[in-house]
């Protein structure tokens, strides 16, 4: 039985990192996984019209902060919000975001 608690509970950290305070006990430790309700947090945005003959880039913003490298996607809408350009890629092994954002930005001003 101890073997067992043991293996549970490593499973459990291993699978869940972020979860702090995992009994030791196996009945302890499924009540406390079946009880655990993750943080979420969220914020509305709402997207604006551009000004009239100006077109707006709009970035998800999901790699800020994040140190290594990871998808980055942007869009281009005109004023009455239709797409103009979208581009999706993978920042080749640079850090962050910051030089494919800017690289893309100088695309989209030649297009």
Same mark, same amino acid.
């Given at each position: 039985?101890? %073997?067992?608690? =043991?293996?549970? !509970? ?5 699978? #869940? ?6 009994? #030791?006990?196996?009945?302890? *430790?499924?009540? !406390? *996984? %079946?009880? !655990?309700?993750?943080?979420? =947090? ?14 707006? &880039?709009?970035?998800?913003?999901? &790699? ?8 980055? #996607?942007?869009?281009?809408?005109? %004023? *009455? ?12 092994? =640079? ?11 100088? #695309?989209?001003?030649? !297009?």
């Amino acid at each position: 039985m101890v %073997e067992i608690n =043991r293996n549970l !509970y490593l499973f459990t950290k291993c699978r #869940n990192p972020w979860l702090k305070g995992i009994p #030791n006990n196996w009945p302890l *430790i499924v009540k !406390y *996984i %079946e009880d !655990y309700a993750p943080l979420i =947090r969220h914020k509305m945005v709402k997207w604006s019209h551009p000004q009239s003959g100006s077109l707006k &880039c709009t970035t998800d913003g999901s &790699c800020r902060g994040n140190p290594r490298p990871g998808f980055m #996607n942007l869009c281009v809408r005109n %004023e *009455i919000g239709d797409l103009v350009f979208a581009e999706n890629r993978f920042p080749n092994g =640079r850090k962050g975001d910051k030089w494919s954002m800017g690289g893309s930005i100088v #695309n989209i001003t030649r !297009y």
